[in-house]
């Protein structure tokens, strides 16, 4: 596997309806052809998250067709939908078994192998804080979940439900939003519980490359006893933690296994401590998305230790889409920083092409969304550029650079870094900003008489010369249009 590989997001459900519209003829994930997977590799991605695979709830289908304000998200998605465009969420699973509108159970098997021929690692979910408000362990084994009273139903009528056997369970539940009403809330405190999820992951190890665990710091001890503490107090609380325990049960059986974990709250690192191979970075999204660029540059500056270990992103299933959240031109800015900055790079399906619309989970029918080409057409070169070696086995310095007057403090909305591995070396510099910028910026080159530089913007196929001693002199000066990036290729001749 390569450093600071690429992870493409695909909405599995959707994508299938997508692939049978296109080719004319029902699909499964084995029938879809050895060609739209090969585009992904050409394109350099490593990975392919399918999310959405398993097997999804009769009952939280119900609520996502009686559940208002999901109704109004369908609306405002695909106008016109129907019943038969929704199902239970992704998140609220029936079983680790393949959804049958993707295919036969064998199916996964065959996929990951076809993937993996084409150098491609396959990804898929795990949800461990909660599941299917109707799953099979509800009945069979309901101490595996945590139980409230009729009173605490009845005080919390959102938190709690009542099945059919008359047990009140708890919905799961982030504590700073509202419980999602179409889950169960599984109890970590349970020692059965616990081994139970280990072997559905050892299951999923079979079948994928790795796992996107989703909301995983809700599974640490202290959180979930702060959490449901008063809910669990006949349990003794466990002296491992769940995810050391999972994840070396998983690594002994497949040691090259990913874990991925969807984490928020400033828990990454201890995660990573955990063994997570690799953790989300929401507040690099933030930052990108709200924060200036001098506050983004003292953010990539600070000692980040578990920076290449850091999903990026500026879009997935969970946020609004990059177009829509940042603008068209502030958009692409943000791709190339996302692209050229040390971590595991995640694209979402559809952002390539400048889609808008963000779809709710329980949709499996896209809207028609007609390609931006200047989008499409800009990804297609970026994801060219940052296939070379330079941007995954290289070494990434953040540059620091000076004003290009005594008045102009403009260049503080220029971000620039250096990557360089073997002979190849490349300049990055984005102006993050809605105005026209310049700077003055040393490079870290090493000396030497007659010796010229050529710089190749290689996404926009420009080039300059430059004598290397003037630079050493008078420094690189850069004069930039709003939201405006370049990738320059550096080169080092001897002679005229």
Same mark, same amino acid.
């Given at each position: 596997?390569?450093?600071?590989?690429h992870?493409y997001?695909?909405?599995t459900?959707?994508?299938?309806?997508r692939m049978s519209?296109?080719?004319?003829?029902p699909?499964t994930?084995?029938?879809?052809?050895?060609?739209?997977?090969?585009?992904?590799?050409?394109?350099?991605? %490593?990975?392919?998250? &399918?999310?959405?695979?398993?097997?999804?709830?009769p009952?939280?289908?119900?609520?996502?067709l009686?559940?208002?304000?999901l109704?109004?998200?369908y609306?405002?998605?695909?106008?016109?939908?129907?019943e038969?465009?929704?199902?239970?969420?992704?998140?609220? !699973?029936?079983s680790?078994?393949?959804?049958?509108?993707?295919?036969?159970?064998?199916?996964?098997?065959?996929?990951?192998?076809?993937l993996?021929?084409q150098?491609?690692?396959?990804?898929?979910?795990?949800v461990?804080n909660?599941?299917?408000?109707?799953h099979?362990?509800?009945v069979? =084994?309901s101490?595996?979940?945590?139980q409230?009273?009729?009173?605490?139903a009845?005080t919390?009528?959102?938190s709690?439900f009542?099945?059919?056997q008359?047990?009140?369970?708890?919905?799961?539940r982030?504590?700073?939003?509202p419980?999602?009403t179409?889950?169960?809330?599984?109890?970590?405190?349970s020692?059965?519980l616990?081994?139970?999820?280990?072997n559905e992951?050892l299951? !999923?190890?079979?079948l994928?490359?790795g796992?996107?665990?989703?909301?995983?710091?809700?599974a640490?001890?202290?959180?979930?006893?702060?959490i449901?503490?008063?809910?669990?107090r006949?349990?003794?609380?466990p002296?491992?933690?769940?995810?050391?325990d999972? !994840?070396?049960?998983?690594k002994?059986?497949?040691?090259?296994?990913?874990f991925?974990?969807?984490v928020?709250?400033?828990?990454?690192q201890?995660?990573?401590d955990?063994?997570?191979d690799?953790?989300y970075?929401?507040?690099?999204?933030d930052?990108l998305?709200f924060?200036?660029?001098?506050?983004?540059?003292?953010?990539?500056?600070?000692?980040?230790?578990?920076?290449r270990r850091?999903?990026?992103?500026?879009?997935?299933? %969970?946020e !609004?889409?990059?177009?829509?959240a940042?603008?068209h031109?502030?958009?692409?800015?943000?791709?190339?920083?996302?692209?050229?900055?040390?971590?595991?790079?995640?694209?979402?399906d559809?952002?390539?092409?400048?889609?808008g619309?963000?779809?709710?989970?329980?949709?499996?029918?896209?809207?028609?969304?007609?390609?931006?080409?200047h989008?499409?057409?800009?990804?297609?070169?970026?994801?060219?550029?940052?296939?070379?070696?330079?941007? =995954?086995?290289g070494?990434?310095?953040?540059?620091e650079?000076?004003?290009?007057?005594?008045?102009?403090?403009?260049?503080?909305d220029?971000?620039v870094?250096?990557?360089?591995?073997?002979?190849q070396?490349?300049?990055v510099?984005v102006?993050?900003?809605?105005? =026209?910028n310049?700077?003055?910026?040393?490079?870290?080159?090493p000396l030497?008489s007659?010796?010229r530089?050529?710089?190749?913007?290689?996404?926009?196929?420009?080039?300059?010369?430059?004598?290397?001693?003037?630079?050493?002199?008078q420094?690189?000066?850069?004069?930039?249009?709003?939201?405006?990036?370049?990738? &320059?290729d550096v080169i080092?001749?001897v002679?005229?």
């Amino acid at each position: 596997m390569r450093n600071n590989p690429h992870l493409y997001e695909i909405n599995t459900c959707v994508f299938i309806k997508r692939m049978s519209r296109k080719y004319g003829r029902p699909m499964t994930l084995a029938t879809i052809p050895d060609e739209e997977w090969q585009l992904l590799a050409d394109r350099g991605f %490593d990975f392919i998250w &399918l999310m959405g695979v398993w097997h999804r709830s009769p009952g939280a289908r119900q609520k996502a067709l009686m559940e208002p304000t999901l109704r109004r998200e369908y609306d405002k998605a695909l106008p016109g939908w129907s019943e038969d465009d929704v199902d239970g969420s992704s998140y609220a !699973i029936y079983s680790y078994d393949l959804n049958p509108l993707l295919g036969e159970s064998a199916e996964l098997v065959q996929l990951k192998s076809k993937l993996n021929q084409q150098r491609l690692g396959l990804i898929l979910d795990f949800v461990p804080n909660h599941l299917a408000l109707d799953h099979p362990w509800t009945v069979s =084994h309901s101490t595996w979940f945590v139980q409230g009273k009729k009173a605490d139903a009845q005080t919390h009528p959102d938190s709690f439900f009542t099945s059919e056997q008359g047990t009140y369970f708890a919905h799961g539940r982030d504590p700073n939003f509202p419980p999602w009403t179409d889950t169960v809330q599984v109890n970590f405190y349970s020692n059965e519980l616990r081994q139970a999820l280990i072997n559905e992951l050892l299951r !999923i190890a079979e079948l994928a490359d790795g796992v996107r665990c989703d909301m995983a710091m809700l599974a640490l001890n202290d959180v979930f006893e702060r959490i449901w503490g008063k809910y669990t107090r006949g349990y003794q609380r466990p002296d491992t933690e769940f995810w050391i325990d999972a !994840i070396t049960r998983v690594k002994e059986r497949c040691p090259q296994f990913l874990f991925i974990a969807e984490v928020y709250w400033g828990l990454e690192q201890r995660l990573q401590d955990m063994g997570f191979d690799y953790t989300y970075n929401k507040p690099f999204y933030d930052k990108l998305r709200f924060s200036s660029p001098q506050e983004i540059h003292d953010y990539l500056k600070a000692d980040d230790s578990y920076s290449r270990r850091s999903v990026r992103f500026i879009e997935n299933h %969970d946020e !609004i889409r990059a177009v829509a959240a940042f603008g068209h031109e502030h958009s692409l800015a943000a791709a190339v920083v996302l692209s050229t900055v040390p971590g595991f790079r995640l694209f979402h399906d559809g952002q390539l092409e400048g889609r808008g619309i963000r779809l709710p989970v329980q949709l499996l029918r896209e809207p028609e969304e007609t390609t931006d080409p200047h989008i499409a057409e800009f990804y297609g070169q970026l994801l060219h550029v940052c296939n070379s070696p330079v941007f =995954h086995d290289g070494q990434w310095l953040l540059l620091e650079i000076s004003q290009a007057g005594q008045r102009d403090n403009s260049h503080r909305d220029l971000l620039v870094w250096w990557w360089h591995h073997g002979e190849q070396a490349k300049i990055v510099v984005v102006n993050y900003s809605p105005k =026209h910028n310049s700077c003055w910026l040393k490079l870290p080159l090493p000396l030497g008489s007659n010796r010229r530089i050529l710089l190749r913007d290689e996404l926009a196929s420009t080039s300059a010369v430059q004598d290397i001693q003037q630079l050493a002199n008078q420094d690189l000066h850069f004069n930039f249009k709003p939201w405006e990036a370049q990738i &320059l290729d550096v080169i080092v001749t001897v002679g005229g």
